[in-house]
């Protein structure tokens, strides 16, 4: 599963106890970069940069990493088909700017893709809400997200399970079958996670919980010399992309 | 000395149900370690559920150390700081994203510094034998690091009661036993423990007191070695003596071994009982077979 997966990436690199300022500032400021650097060679440069982050510098396992990158890069792909052609009185047709236009809204859309890439699977998600939290994000959002985060494992665990113990007594043996079984799967879910949401919050009464989810975030010091490095990085290739 | 948790009589229903507590009475000593032993759904969850405010009986009382419970929030907090639940399953209890951040929930909420806070929770986690899994992410942990991340979730409070729902559901032998020694552990520092199981043999390993559970009340109370070694009483809770106890009754009547003494609390301590000198086998002793 795809949050699986970023968790595990963000759990294994070599940057995870990197601070989270460090990281944002390469995600972002060449997402940043990214949008309003001509695609060529802007664009082009933003990718070499941050896959030269994610993976000498974080060392992300590209196994990992290919597994994330499938979804958006398909997307992308299918959504650059359509600009090949132009609908026009004859039919359909090879648009005359086409390769052009589909070309630099590829290169462009996947520099900012894996930026954003970059953040999510170098960062453990409990540096991401510390972060929120600094950020001053109003705390009933946080905590929502947080919650969300914790039930998405919880549930997609207990589908798995359900969906074994199906198949198990053949409930998933012709296209019939499966389609009942996974329907029951599915109204079953929604009552479990109900139940588990109330043994929840007496879980959470037991430890003293008043209605605000505080814990001690670490907060891991600032390196000044890797913020000059992706400062000085940044520059280069925001010079290099206007000027090439 | 005035029990630090007891309950006198309750009564407690879930709606439309018969009574899950049915005139059910306990008491809590300080400093032991109690087992609260019995079949599976006979209410040794609503029991616990009553023991640290989550829910009000119906009829009867609940008394933190002599005093009748208060149910005010500030009753409340106060209660929980003193007396601590774990659940039986720990994905109930944790919701943070890494272990660190879950263990420092409750200390924080007892409003303690976040220097006294990070103290701790390096010392439970410590305690739990779990350091080395501060920063982990606990859906990736195995279901007996998520427990021991649920106790050290409580142990951080530093209650005087840890009431544990069913400690060893879902371990495996390892895990339980692993489990056991830090509870030995944990009781040694004076904390009093108190835990539902309906596994004999834990009760048999762990605990100085046993109040036997059926049908939402306690059938008797009393020190583990008594209440474990009488089977008409056992039977009465629906349960037997241990496989343990039956074979050191046999020896003792064969006289194989010593009566009367302490009860044997594991395998290694009949064993002991049983070739008391400790000598090797050289024909002479009576049950060569235990030195296998």
């Given at each position: 599963m795809a949050i699986g997966t970023l968790d595990r990436a963000a759990s294994q690199n070599r940057w995870r106890h990197r601070a989270l300022k460090e990281k944002a500032l390469i995600g972002f400021g060449f997402l940043l970069l990214a949008l309003i650097l001509?695609?060529?060679?802007?664009?082009?440069?933003?990718?070499?940069a941050v896959l030269g982050f994610t993976f000498l510098g974080a060392r992300v396992p590209l196994r990992l990493w290919l597994a994330t990158a499938a979804l958006p890069l398909?997307?992308?792909m299918s959504g650059a088909l359509m600009l090949l052609v132009t609908v026009g009185p004859t039919g359909v047709a090879f648009a005359p700017e086409g390769a052009v236009q589909a070309a630099g809204l590829v290169v462009r859309a996947m520099a900012a893709s894996f930026c954003l890439m970059f953040v999510a699977m170098t960062t453990p998600t409990a540096d991401l809400f510390g972060g929120l939290r600094r950020l001053k994000v109003p705390l009933e959002l946080v905590e929502l997200a947080l919650l969300t985060y914790r039930f998405v494992f919880l549930i997609t665990d207990e589908a798995a399970a359900m969906t074994a113990?199906?198949?198990?007594?053949?409930?998933?043996?012709?296209?019939?079958?499966?389609?009942?079984?996974?329907?029951?799967?599915?109204?079953?879910?929604?009552?479990?996670?109900?139940?588990?949401?109330?043994?929840?919050?007496?879980?959470?009464a037991a430890r003293g919980w008043q209605g605000e989810m505080r814990v001690l975030t670490r907060q891991v010091p600032v390196c000044n010399r890797m913020l000059a490095l992706v400062v000085l990085t940044l520059v280069v290739v925001g010079l290099a992309g206007l000027m090439l | 000395m005035t029990p630090i948790l007891s309950a006198h009589q309750l009564v407690f229903a879930?709606?439309?149900?018969?009574?899950?507590?049915?005139?059910?009475?306990?008491t809590i000593s300080s400093g032991r370690k109690l087992a609260i032993l019995g079949p599976n759904g006979a209410g040794k969850s609503t029991l616990f559920l009553h023991l640290n405010g989550s829910l009000r009986p119906q009829r009867g009382?609940?008394?933190?150390?002599?005093?009748?419970?208060?149910?005010?929030?500030?009753?409340?907090?106060?209660?929980?700081?003193?007396?601590?639940?774990?659940?039986?399953?720990?994905?109930?209890?944790?919701f943070a994203t890494s272990v660190a951040e879950d263990v420092s929930f409750g200390p924080l909420n007892q409003g303690l510094s976040p220097a006294t806070v990070g103290s701790r929770v390096e010392n439970a986690l410590k305690a739990m034998g779990i350091a080395d899994l501060a920063m982990r992410s606990p859906h990736l942990l195995s279901g007996g690091q998520k427990k021991r991340v649920a106790i050290a979730g409580a142990v951080a409070m530093e209650p005087e009661v840890l009431l544990l729902d069913e400690p060893t559901a879902g371990l495996d032998r390892e895990g339980a036993?692993?489990?056991?020694?830090?509870?030995q552990q944990l009781g040694q520092r004076g904390m009093t423990l108190v835990f539902s199981t309906h596994d004999i043999e834990l009760a048999q390993s762990l605990a100085d007191d046993v109040a036997l559970f059926r049908d939402g009340s306690v059938l008797a109370q009393g020190r583990a070695e008594v209440m474990l070694s009488d089977p008409d009483l056992l039977a009465r809770a629906g349960l037997r003596p241990s496989v343990l106890v039956e074979v050191w009754r046999a020896a003792q009547a064969r006289g194989l071994c010593p009566t009367g003494g302490e009860m044997p609390r594991n395998a290694d301590a009949l064993l002991a009982l049983l070739n008391p000198s400790g000598t090797s086998n050289d024909g002479s002793n009576p049950l060569p077979a235990a030195q296998a």
């Open positions: 001509p695609p060529w060679p802007g664009a082009v440069l933003v990718t070499l398909g997307f992308l113990a199906q198949r198990a007594r053949l409930g998933h043996s012709s296209r019939r079958r499966w389609l009942r079984s996974t329907a029951m799967v599915i109204a079953n879910l929604l009552p479990r996670a109900l139940a588990r949401a109330r043994r929840m919050e007496v879980g959470l | 879930y709606a439309g149900e018969s009574p899950a507590l049915n005139d059910l009475s306990l009382t609940v008394l933190l150390a002599g005093q009748t419970a208060d149910y005010s929030r500030r009753g409340l907090n106060h209660w929980r700081s003193r007396v601590a639940l774990v659940l039986q399953d720990p994905d109930d209890q944790i036993d692993q489990l056991i020694a830090v509870l």
